[in-house]
C-alpha cells in the first residue's frame, strides 16, 4: 500500500488532438506547484489513464504535512477537477476491502458518521469484479463491522474506490479542484496590475482560462511611496501560486501624469492616464509576445469604467483588452479576493496613481474625437511615455 495524492482533471479532456500538449502542461505545472512547496523538491508526478498521482521520492510513504502540502499544491493548479489523498494496493479484492474498512474506522475516530456509501468504478475491465458487486460486498462489510446505515445520496461518508489497470485506489474524501485550463496554454498577456482589490482578481481569472500573465504596475513616485510598489510585489507573490512565479515590471508614470495635468482639462485627467497606461502596455505586450491585456475594469463601477469611457480607453490599446470582471459587482469581487489570498494586501492604506491629481468631477461619456483632437496638441507626449518605458524595472533593476 502506497499514500499518493490521486488528481482528476476536467476540462483538458475536451481539448480532443491538441489533448497531448494540455496534459504535458499541466504536468509540468502540477510538478511546479510541489516542488515549490519547502521540502517537497523531489516528489514525482505521473500521469495514469486520465489521473495523476503525486508520489513521495525513493518509493517511501508520504507522512501527513507532505500529504498536505501536495493538496495545497493540486488546490492552486488550474486544470484540476478534485483532488483525493488515497491509498493505491495491489489489485486485489482483500485489499480493497480492508483498505476501504480502514478508510471508515478513520472517519469514526474522527467525528459521528451515521451513512456511508461505497463508490466503485472500474476502468480497467480485466478485474473480475464489476462496479456493482464490489459496492454490495464491502458495504455489506462495512455494515458488518460499524453497523452503519447505507444511504446513495446524501451519505455522511463516501469511499471511493478506482480500479485502474496499474493497481486500486481507495480514498475517503474528495476534495475541488480550481477547474479552469492549464497556464500556459492559452498563450500571455499583460496585466495592468494596480494595488487594488480588482487587478489581481482579474489576473487569477484570466490564468485559470490558461493565460500566463505577465504584470505591469504604474507608479507616481515620489507621489506615491516606495511601500506601494511593495504592496504590488506583495500582490504579485501571492498570485503566483495560481499563476506560477512572474515577476512585476514596475513603470514610473509621474512625469507623463504631470504633463497632462498641466495639458488636459481636468474632467478627462483619468481617461488620459489610462490611455497611456494601456499604450505603455501594450509596447510590453510586442515585447513579449503578449496576446492581450487584461484589467480590472468592471461596468459602471466608477465615473471612467461607463461604456463611452472604456471604449475611449480600448481605443489606445493595439491588442484586445480583456475585462473579466465587467459583469461583478465589488462583492463578488472581494469574495474572491479573500478567497485567493490577495485582499489583505490590497486593502493596505497605499495610494496608487490613477489617484493622482483627481478632478472632483470626472467626464462619464467621453468621445473618441475629442480625445483624439486633444491628444494631437499634446507635442511632448510620445517622448515621455518612452522615457518612462525604456525606464521601467523589475525588482531595483533597470531593464529598458
Known amino acids: 500500500m502506497t499514500n499518493v495524492i490521486l488528481i482528476r482533471i476536467g476540462e483538458v479532456f475536451l481539448k480532443k488532438g491538441n489533448r497531448p500538449y494540455f496534459l504535458r502542461m499541466l504536468k509540468e ?15 514525482f508526478v505521473t500521469p495514469y489513464h486520465g489521473r495523476f498521482e503525486v508520489t513521495a521520492p ?17 488546490t492552486s493548479t488550474f486544470g484540476i477537477t478534485s483532488i483525493s489523498p488515497a491509498c493505491r494496493l495491489p489489485l486485489e479484492y482483500d485489499a ?16 459521528e458518521v451515521r451513512h456511508f456509501r461505497i463508490e466503485a468504478s472500474r476502468s480497467y475491465k480485466g478485474f473480475p469484479m464489476g462496479s456493482p458487486e464490489i459496492n454490495r460486498r464491502i458495504g455489506a462489510d462495512v455494515v458488518q463491522r460499524f ?5 446513495m445520496v446524501g451519505a455522511d461518508l463516501s469511499v471511493g474506490i478506482e480500479v485502474c489497470e496499474h ?24 496585466l495592468l496590475l494596480s494595488g487594488g482589490i480588482d487587478s489581481p482578481v482579474a489576473g487569477y481569472m484570466m490564468a485559470k482560462r490558461g493565460c500566463r500573465i505577465l504584470p505591469i504596475h504604474f507608479h507616481s513616485y515620489p507621489y506615491t511611496s516606495e511601500l506601494a510598489k511593495r504592496k504590488v510585489d506583495d500582490l504579485v507573490e501571492a498570485l503566483s501560486r495560481f499563476t506560477g512565479d512572474n515577476p512585476v515590471t514596475h513603470v514610473r508614470l509621474t512625469d507623463v501624469q504631470e504633463y497632462l495635468r498641466d495639458h488636459v482639462p481636468p474632467e478627462l485627467l483619468v481617461l488620459f492616464y489610462r490611455r497611456s497606461m494601456v499604450r505603455l502596455a501594450s509596447r510590453m505586450a510586442k515585447l513579449t509576445h503578449s496576446k492581450a491585456l487584461v484589467t480590472g475594469e468592471s461596468l459602471a463601477q466608477v465615473a471612467s469604467q461607463t461604456i463611452e469611457n472604456l471604449a475611449v480607453i480600448q481605443d489606445a490599446a493595439q491588442l484586445p483588452v480583456l475585462r473579466p470582471l465587467i459583469g461583478m459587482d465589488k462583492v ?27 478632478p472632483s468631477h470626472p467626464e462619464t461619456k467621453a468621445r473618441p474625437e475629442d480625445i483624439h483632437t486633444i491628444e494631437g496638441a499634446l507635442t511632448e507626449l510620445a517622448a515621455l511615455e518612452d522615457a518612462a518605458f525604456s525606464t521601467r524595472t ?3 533593476a533597470v531593464v529598458g
Do not use: W
Open 332 to 358: 463578488e469581487t472581494i469574495e474572491m479576493a479573500r478567497r485567493i489570498g490577495t485582499y489583505d494586501i490590497s486593502i493596505r492604506p497605499h495610494e496608487d496613481c490613477c489617484s493622482l491629481f483627481l
Open 96 to 111: 480493497m476491502r480492508d483498505a476501504a474498512l480502514a478508510e471508515v474506522q478513520a472517519a469514526l475516530d474522527a467525528g
Open 394 to 396: 523589475i525588482g531595483d
Open 147 to 151: 453497523h452503519l446505515k447505507g444511504k
Open 167 to 190: 493497481g486500486a485506489y481507495v480514498f475517503g474524501r474528495r476534495i475541488p479542484g480550481p477547474g479552469g485550463l492549464p497556464v500556459g496554454t492559452s498563450g500571455k498577456a499583460v
Open 58 to 74: 525513493k518509493c517511501r510513504e508520504m507522512d501527513g504535512p507532505e500529504l498536505a502540502k501536495a493538496v495545497t499544491a493540486a
Open 29 to 43: 505545472n502540477l510538478r511546479n506547484s510541489v516542488r515549490r512547496m519547502p521540502g517537497m523538491e523531489t516528489f
